[in-house]
């Protein structure tokens, strides 16, 4: 995710937008393209895309079919400098019902990072989203993922249908003109836009329906939660071993009360409330820490002294706050401008600094850094670091998948919402009003409200459910997004689940190093095991670290045995560049 800013600044800065459909999407977008740049210039230097594969003078067929699996591999580039390899699956455009589907369905590709030699399960992995691709995730994150799970496992991710390379893939422009030209609305003010999202939805929902054919209601969390099963067969595999991020959290928990037979060794990591997701209507749920991770940004500022450029500004973290927020209040009043040359400015606002400056970065305390210098600059009146940082960067997802399967998921549409403009409006005032980061959420509504496609499925979450294994759940204290009282929620739905939780801020376990949490995930993978009881696990290392120049992380603390500095150093790597899509459950 985003905000090392200080490190990016040399990325191409893009005209301030003029107003996204949905901030909250919108948002997700420039954090998307802020992790491509960051990518390219210190993350990822081997990236390649999933399609290529090396050149071949000889027509051989470098397929591979191994014993037990029913499809072939083929080689894909490599994940720093470990091979890859990509297949693909068909399944059912419905999976409940073969009729129903026809001969309609989804392509599902698939990609594997091999462990070693006795390795011989596979561990799925989403990243979150909805909308977030696998394919991509594996090749990003895929090293360090392994660093932390070791080599007894192979690492196999996917495109879950409607996301990025699957197809038919989810959409509502037929063309990036159209999204360009169409998606824009202003909606982070929830009374004064009001009027204006409301009759934008209109159009935006009939778009969806009309751009997809009748793929578009299948497009749901409990078909991807099937297709699991499906990649499963396919490798021969007949127990569900899964660790899920975010979102992917309520792919988890769907699958495991789907198929809870299956359900041998289920992780799910920075957890969304089920019940919710699939029987609420607004949720205020997810916000439930998000200002409490603020203040820890206030707190862990303070104590870091020096570390933190913000720290010179103010004595105590209360006295912080109030600074920030005076100038934030300021914002609202009076965006600034900020020009660097004729064809390079714009305005930086109270959107720019809250929801795409400080609400990314609260995913992320690994930002933190590079958010208190920007904060900084700001505040002593140099607004040019933070715009180049925070103003957007214009539309970069392909496709609507986080629409689709968002509004497929939950109770959506006409049979579900009162229809006035009013009634919304009062409901989301009476939830919203008083919350500092729910207006992100403002755009999502109207459309959940609107949604023109058929709902398919009738899942909702119980408790109690019964798993093959008991399920392990993975939490920080304070997440942004996906608060612990979530996970608590799943703890009630699943049997003889256990929490770890990891006493820090950000968003999933990976947004913090841990030893104490892979050690964990390590004995859960292998051996099944739980701890006793509710646990607590310690971060390692303080929060404001100034990022090597380099892009290199530095261990924070000694280790005797090499495997955990190995494991310490991929859990840094994580925590610095998570990406958004992994971060929001709802949106983006
Ligand atoms: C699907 O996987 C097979 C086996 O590796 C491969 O030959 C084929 O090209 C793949 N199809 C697509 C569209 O990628
Ligand atoms: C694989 O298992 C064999 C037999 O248990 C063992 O001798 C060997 O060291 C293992 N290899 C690795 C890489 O762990
Ligand atoms: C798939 O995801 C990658 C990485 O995010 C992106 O570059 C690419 O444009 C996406 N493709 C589609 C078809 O969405
Ligand atoms: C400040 O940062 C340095 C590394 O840059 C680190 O060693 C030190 O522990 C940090 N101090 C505090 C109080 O966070
Ligand atoms: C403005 O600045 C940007 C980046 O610093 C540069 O790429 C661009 O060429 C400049 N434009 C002009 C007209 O100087
Ligand atoms: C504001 O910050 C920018 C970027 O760091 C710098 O180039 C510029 O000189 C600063 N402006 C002033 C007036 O200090
Ligand atoms: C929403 O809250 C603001 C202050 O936070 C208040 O001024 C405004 O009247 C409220 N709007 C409604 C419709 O309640
Ligand atoms: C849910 O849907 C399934 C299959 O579509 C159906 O068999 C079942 O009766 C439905 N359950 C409820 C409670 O409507
Ligand atoms: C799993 O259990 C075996 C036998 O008790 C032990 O040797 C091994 O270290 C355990 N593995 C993990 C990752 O905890």
């Known amino acids: 995710m985003a905000k090392e800013t200080s490190a990016y600044q040399g990325g191409p800065p893009v005209l301030r937008r003029k107003a996204a459909h949905s901030n909250a999407f919108f948002t997700t977008l420039i954090v998307l393209t802020l992790c491509l740049v960051a990518l390219s210039r210190w993350v990822l230097p081997s990236w390649k895309p999933a ?14 079919q191994y014993k037990g699996e029913k499809i072939l591999w083929e080689p894909c580039g490599d994940v720093n400098g470990k091979p890859v390899e990509c297949s693909n699956i068909t399944v059912p455009m419905d999976q409940f019902d073969a009729e129903n589907s026809g001969d309609k369905t989804f392509f599902i590709p698939l990609i594997r990072l091999r462990g070693g030699e006795n390795a011989t399960e596979n561990l799925l992995l989403n990243p979150g989203g909805p909308g977030g691709s696998g394919i991509e995730f594996l090749f990003r994150r895929g090293k360090q993922l392994s660093d932390i799970v070791g080599d ?66 299948y497009i749901n969390t409990p078909q991807t939660a099937a297709d699991m099963n499906s990649i499963l067969d396919a490798v021969g595999q007949e127990d569900m071993v899964y660790w899920g991020f975010s979102y992917g959290t309520i792919l988890g928990q769907t699958y495991a009360s789907l198929f809870p037979d299956r359900s041998k060794r289920v992780i799910i990591d920075g957890v969304a409330n089920n019940f919710v997701w699939y029987g609420d209507f607004l949720d205020t749920e997810q916000f439930t820490d998000t200002e409490n991770v603020l203040e820890g940004f206030f707190d862990e500022c303070i104590k870091a002294g020096k570390n933190c450029s913000l720290s010179s500004l103010a004595d105590t973290p ?27 400015y714009g305005l930086f606002d109270f959107p720019s600094l809250f929801y795409n400056g400080i609400f990314p970065a609260l995913y992320k305390p690994a930002s933190w850094y590079s958010l208190a210098e920007n904060l ?14 925070y103003s957007d960067q214009g539309w970069g997802l392909e496709g609507d998948g986080n629409t689709f ?16 403009r009013r009634a919304l409006l009062d409901d989301i005032v009476a939830k919203f009003n008083g919350s500092l980061f ?44 996906c608060p612990l009282v979530s996970a608590k929620s799943a703890n009630r739905a699943f049997e003889g689940s256990r929490i770890v939780e990891v006493k820090g801020y950000g968003h999933c376990s990976v947004a913090v190093s841990s030893t104490c949490l892979a050690k964990h995930v390590r004995e859960f993978l292998y051996n099944g095991t739980l701890p006793d009881d509710y646990t607590k696990c310690e971060v390692d290392g303080p929060y404001f670290i100034k990022p090597e120049e380099d892009g290199k992380v530095v261990a924070q603390k000694a280790f005797e045995d090499p495997e955990d500095e190995k494991i310490h150093l991929a859990q840094l790597e994580l925590a610095r560049d998570w990406d958004w899509r992994t971060a929001r459950p709802m949106m983006m």
């Open 376 to 389: 900084a600059k700001l505040l002593k009146g140099n607004a040019t670091d933070a715009w180049l940082a």
């Open 51 to 64: 399609v290529s594969s090396p050149p071949c003078s000889r027509q051989r067929d470098h397929r591979h």
């Open 152 to 217: 007894g496992f192979h690492l196999l991710s996917f495109d879950p249908r409607g996301i990025n390379t699957s197809t038919p893939m989810a959409s509502c422009y037929p063309t990036q003109k159209a999204r360009r030209n169409l998606g824009d609305v202003r909606d982070n003010e929830l009374v004064h836009d009001s009027p204006e999202v409301y009759a934008w939805a209109h159009n935006f929902v009939q778009a969806c329906a009309d751009t997809m054919d009748e793929h578009g209601a």
């Open 318 to 344: 209360k006295k912080l706050h109030k600074l920030v927020f005076d100038y934030a209040a300021g914002l609202k009043e009076q965006p600034i401008s900020v020009y660097v040359n004729s064809t390079q």
């Open 438 to 481: 729910g207006p992100t959420e403002n755009g999502d509504a109207y459309v959940r409200q609107q949604w023109k496609v058929p709902r398919t499925h009738n899942f909702t979450q119980v408790e109690g459910v019964e798993t093959a294994h008991p399920l392990l759940i993975l939490s920080t204290t304070y997440d942004p997004i």
């Open 405 to 420: 399967v968002t509004a497929n998921d939950g109770m959506s549409g006409p049979a579900y919402w009162p229809q006035s």
